[in-house]
């Protein structure tokens, strides 16, 4: 693959779109940004739905590839969630694919396997094929995408990282995100190397830093090149002092996915 120079970053508008705004042309490449919000600062940043099939298409032509952002980022309805994360990822695969679009690094989450048990100490990591186990219709939606992406992959020569965000932040907040936070820097790095790798055809990968209390494997990330710099620990102290130690009787605790997995459902769903 040439290293791709041109890339469409959707959800530019967004918590994670802001920090990877801000850091990615570092590593060389032209964002062309798209929102169905304004992007603060930007005037020519594209202002569209991912359901505005002729906006999307033409927000795609010309670029070598596409992170794809944009989306309902929690749980929320299920109309909310099919029009937004279903329709409109598929929406923009099919722009991709009639563009002649090559490769998609695309949001996963944790979330479409949210229901997963978080290893104890001397278990083994969880692998990247652990089995789909969304913890909410948001994340059901992530699993939806994955297998999008492994049938345009398959089909049509569409190559996509899908990158199973873990908590992408400034800092992590939460004793649980000591586990799985990956901060903006190594967000960044893993996103150029997803975007520069050779022959990925379909790949996964978990997107955290190099955390001391790591959950889950990196092997896949660190194929495609990634080097994580960052670790949680540092965070660890005050975290721990401020909420306690992890609950072995809370599922909330125990389970990858955090809280999402016991919230109750949103009405209307
Ligand atoms: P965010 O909610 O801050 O940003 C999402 C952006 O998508 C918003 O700017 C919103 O306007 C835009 N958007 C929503 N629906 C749209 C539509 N129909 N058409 C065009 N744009 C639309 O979410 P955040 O935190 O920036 O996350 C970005 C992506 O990464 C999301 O797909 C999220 O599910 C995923 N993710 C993020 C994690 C994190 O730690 N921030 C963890 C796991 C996954
Ligand atoms: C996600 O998928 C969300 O988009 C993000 O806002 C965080 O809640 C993150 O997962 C997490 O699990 O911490």
Not at 50 to 62: I, S
Request: proline share 8%; with cysteine.
């Amino acid at each position: 693959m040439t290293a791709p120079r041109t890339v469409l970053l959707t959800g530019a508008a967004g918590g994670l779109g802001t920090l990877m705004r801000g850091l990615l042309p570092a590593y060389g490449y032209d964002l062309r940004l798209f929102d169905l919000v304004p992007v603060d600062g930007t005037p020519d940043a594209i202002t569209a739905d991912l359901n505005d099939r002729e906006a999307l298409r033409e927000a795609v032509r010309g670029v070598d590839a596409v992170i794809h952002l944009a989306g309902i980022s929690l749980e929320s309805t299920f109309d909310r969630i099919l029009r937004a994360n279903i329709e409109g990822t598929y929406h923009l695969y099919e722009a991709a694919r009639e563009e002649g679009v090559r490769r998609i690094v695309s949001a996963s989450s944790n979330h479409a396997v949210g229901h997963t048990p978080r290893p104890l100490p001397g278990d083994p990591l969880i692998p990247v094929d652990t089995p789909h186990r969304p913890d909410t219709l948001y994340g059901l939606s992530k699993c939806f995408g994955e297998d999008l992406a492994q049938l345009y992959w398959d089909k049509h020569g569409v190559e996509t990282v899908s990158v199973r965000i873990g908590s992408c932040f400034p800092e992590p907040t939460s004793v649980r995100m000591l586990s799985v936070w990956m901060s903006p820097g190594d967000g960044a790095r893993l996103f150029h190397a997803a975007l520069t790798a050779e022959a990925v055809g379909h790949t996964v990968v978990h997107g955290s830093s190099a955390n001391t209390r790591l959950w889950w494997d990196l092997t896949s990330a660190r194929a495609l090149g990634y080097a994580p710099q960052d670790d949680s620990e540092p965070y660890a102290a005050k975290l721990i002092a401020e909420h306690g130690e992890l609950d072995p009787d809370n599922p909330a605790h125990t389970r990858l996915g955090g809280h999402f997995v016991t919230d109750p459902p949103i009405w209307p769903h």
